[in-house]
């Protein structure tokens, strides 16, 4: 192969690798994270609905028992969240932004489909609600 069919099959691939981000290719743009618990956000399909993931601060998996999302202009006011219906640890990671099922209840709805341009934070809490992890996001257009 010549050095211009090399150049050819390498364009693409550096092409592929170009995202919105820094973390990847995708339309999540990181931001602020801390807590007890280590939280990430991932792309979702669709895109206005994000895949919440958490671990432990050693990378374990662990379960959680709220999942909340405020707009970082008013971290007051919950726009989406779900909490488990026994208050125990039953959800698992990942969870998708405007999920529910038979072991959860709503505790608000305002916002099941994510705006983009807009700065979130995500909260994911345990059961003795003193273990917790947050991640701050903005979804990219």
Not at 8 to 15: D, T
Not at 47 to 72: C, E, F, H, K, Q
Not at 103 to 109: A, F, G, K, M, S
């Amino acid at each position: 192969m010549g050095k211009f069919g090399f150049l050819i099959l390498l364009i693409p691939a550096l092409l592929a690798g170009c995202g919105k981000d820094n973390n990847s290719n995708s339309n999540v743009q990181e931001g602020a994270a801390g807590g007890d618990l280590v939280v990430t956000v991932a792309p979702g399909n669709p895109a206005s609905r994000p895949l919440y993931l958490w671990t432990d601060i050693t990378g374990t998996a662990v379960n959680a028992a709220t999942i909340t999302v405020a707009r970082t202009t008013d971290l007051n006011t919950i726009v989406w969240g779900i909490a488990t219906n026994t208050n125990t640890d039953a959800l698992q990671s990942p969870w998708q932004q405007g999920s529910l099922s038979t072991i959860v209840t709503p505790i608000v709805q305002t916002e099941v489909d994510l705006q983009t341009n807009v700065t979130y934070r995500v909260t994911v809490t345990k059961a003795d609600n003193q273990t917790s992890g947050y991640h701050e996001f903005t979804l990219l257009p």
